[in-house]
């Protein structure tokens, strides 16, 4: 087998079992890493130098990480492990790093053609043309909007209505339809109140209560972190009933809901808390049914964030090429083209009709780490620039919303049964 092949997530997940670390948590987190750059590397990259270098820089990380989980198993074979298609990768990480040096140098030649060059390879939607977009092609029409919505640091409520509630709204089916409709023909708007203080998005940490009543429901507890609140008709809330954590639909106008703005760094993307204090609900689908949905809408609220994501580096691009002027940031310039194809590669295969378990959280992984770096990269070089330091701070809100990589590492591994 070829080290390449070897660098799986059946294989790694073995061999750290095997050797006493799969519950390692840095190994984990490094696991998570090098699966993402693996996966990016092998996408549909249109720039050949681009995607050679991509597969270096993976297997130059595969090979330190195999070494990490072999330890003292890489010194010395004492039997009991099946260590063979790693032994050769893992005792001369240093032939990976000169493929991947090589291939980086080849990139340096040609990153700013590649960077300066995005614009015209790329047609972002009119705001007017989102929500269409959207709910006429689905996960891929609201990506493509979603790109647009980072471009151009756009304000409208595309996430809460469309990436939270609609979306969330479809994947509950025939229950969820008709107010999925109304959003489609934009007669409400709505969006979806799911984390709470802790901002975890596991269902075993929801605490708001659902109290059956002789005509409804209702419900009592707060929830954080709620985008596009104000101005919405209908707040999707997750509760918990006897019957576990469930969907609820609770006008946004009722007497007893109070929603308040937080203080937050992304003055483009405001968050709220909403409190329910006896609030009469309606519940949507089958009782018990919530966390199984909120692990649905997660993956594909991903997806829409990496799409968003890919926008913001884009847009963080043509800040970083008016002001990176000279040969001094040529390395800068490489990475931003690595981390731009790679973000764009695991974006369109989370998209793709055949998408592998875990590609939604691998978009979201690669995507923020890019974002991050790209857009930290141009506001260091761009200096006062309010309009790079907006888009820093929209990076931070993309990235972290659903965890950041304290949840999303563990997300990753606990879809790939690791």
Excluded at 39 to 61: M, Y
Excluded at 222 to 227: C, G, L, N, R, Y
Aim: aromatic share 6%; net charge negative.
């Amino acid at each position: 087998m070829e080290f390449e092949d070897a660098l799986s997530p059946d294989a790694l997940s073995a061999l750290m079992r095997a050797t006493w670390t799969w519950d390692d948590r840095a190994l984990r987190r490094d696991l998570s890493t090098l699966l993402v750059e693996i996966t990016a590397a092998r996408g549909d990259v249109e720039d050949e130098a681009i995607a050679r270098a991509l597969r270096a820089c993976g297997l130059a990380t595969g090979a330190r990480f195999v070494a990490s989980v072999l330890g003292p198993h890489l010194v010395a074979d004492v039997g009991g492990l099946s260590r063979g298609e790693f032994v050769s990768a893992a005792s001369d990480p240093a032939v990976f790093d000169r493929r991947a040096r090589s291939a980086r140098a080849d990139v340096k030649a040609r990153a700013s053609r590649y960077l300066s060059t995005i614009s015209d390879r790329v047609d972002y939607p009119d705001e007017s043309s989102w929500l269409q977009m959207a709910t006429a092609d689905g996960a891929r029409g609201l990506s493509e909007a979603m790109r647009g919505y980072g471009y151009t640091l756009g304000t409208t409520p595309l996430l809460g209505n469309v990436a939270l509630a609609w979306q969330t709204l479809r994947a509950l089916g025939a229950d969820g339809s008709g107010y999925a409709d109304r959003i489609e023909r934009g007669e409400i708007r709505a969006t979806l109140a799911a984390a709470e203080q802790s901002g975890s998005w596991d269902p075993a940490l929801v605490r708001t209560r659902a109290q059956p009543e002789h005509d409804g429901w209702t419900l009592t507890g707060a929830k954080h972190f709620v985008p596009d609140a104000t101005g919405a008709d209908v707040v999707l809330t997750i509760a918990r009933s006897v019957a576990g954590p469930s969907l609820f639909a609770v006008a946004a106008n009722a007497p007893d809901v109070t929603i308040t703005e937080l203080a937050g760094i992304d003055t483009t993307r405001q968050l709220f808390k909403i409190e329910f204090n006896d609030t009469p609900a309606e519940l949507l689908g089958h009782e018990g049914r919530g966390g199984a949905l909120m692990r649905q809408s997660i993956d594909l609220l991903m997806t829409a964030l990496a799409g968003e994501q890919v926008g913001l580096i884009e847009r963080s691009v043509e800040v970083l090429l008016r002001n990176a002027q000279d040969e001094s940031f040529d390395e800068a310039l490489t990475q931003t083209a690595l981390d731009h194809a790679a973000a764009v590669s695991l974006w369109t295969q989370a998209l793709g009709p055949d998408a592998d378990v875990g590609s939604a959280a691998m978009a979201h992984i690669g995507c923020s780490t890019a974002s991050l770096r790209v857009a930290s990269l141009s506001a260091e070089v761009a200096g006062d620039s309010e309009e790079a330091g907006t888009i820093m701070r929209r990076a931070l809100s993309a990235s972290l919303l659903l965890g950041g990589p304290a949840a999303f590492h563990e997300r990753l591994l606990d879809h790939l049964g690791i």
